[in-house]
């Protein structure tokens, strides 16, 4: 699990292919790589990967199909910069919101307008996944833990402070550019819920709709 901020920028310094599909190098001078082990998960532009090779300053992750087909990472190229965060500890502060590094789609940037120090950004999520986007709710864009301002079908705008600008790759990023997408996990649970038949032989779980509106996750 991740939190969606962003620790420190990488970049790609290696694109291996392998077997059909890819093993990533990253240079991340600046992540503390002291308490990251093999078989640890980095998230990289939002996208959860596992640690296969680690030195003081890089490390290396596989890139299944699965993955290339679902996120941006099969676009990248030798020199680009991806965001970072090491997995979510237990004593960790949450300072975003909770985020698997399962990305559900890309999506792309359809326009950016100044607000004061700040930018307003307007988003086009795939079809499929506007259901679960809400204004006021959470989405993680490129690993980014962002608020939702307003929705409009499937169309949505966030606003991006200077720092998140300066400090993430957003700064990289225009009108067209492909992203990846991450709604909300509470989302697709209570869509989950409210899909399953009333009359299945098995209900004992206590976590049902109802357990879910009690508790204001729905």
């Not at 970049?11 to 292919?17: C, K, L």
């Not at 190229?77 to 985020?99: C, F, I, P, Q």
């Not at 999520?125 to 709710?137: D, E, H, M, S, V």
Request: a negative charge; charged letters at 20%; proline letters at 2%.
């Amino acid at each position: 699990m991740f939190t969606g901020i962003i620790q420190t920028l990488g970049r790609i310094t290696r694109i291996e292919p392998r077997g059909g599909d890819l093993r990533l190098s990253i240079q991340a001078a600046a992540l503390d790589f002291s308490d990251v082990r093999l078989g640890d998960s980095i998230a990289v532009s939002g996208v959860c990967l596992t640690v296969v090779a680690l030195d003081a300053a890089t490390f290396a992750a596989d890139v299944s199909n699965e993955t290339l087909a679902c996120t941006t990472l099969g676009a990248l190229t030798s020199g680009a910069a991806v965001n970072l965060e090491k997995a979510l500890r237990l004593a960790d502060r949450l300072g975003g919101h909770l985020v698997s590094g399962h990305v559900d789609g890309v999506g792309k940037v359809v326009a950016v307008h100044a607000d004061g120090r700040s930018q307003r950004w307007t988003f086009e999520a795939p079809q499929q996944l506007a259901r679960y986007i809400a204004a006021k709710g959470s989405i993680c864009i490129e690993g980014v833990s962002l608020t939702v301002n307003d929705v409009l079908a499937n169309r949505f705008g966030v606003n991006l402070i200077p720092h998140t600008q300066e400090q993430t790759t957003c700064h990289a990023l225009r009108v067209g550019s492909a992203v990846n997408l991450e709604v909300d996990l509470i989302a697709r649970y209570v869509e989950r819920l409210h899909s399953m038949p009333a009359d299945l032989p098995d209900q004992t779980s206590i976590v049902d709709a109802e357990f879910l509106r009690q508790h204001g996750f729905a």
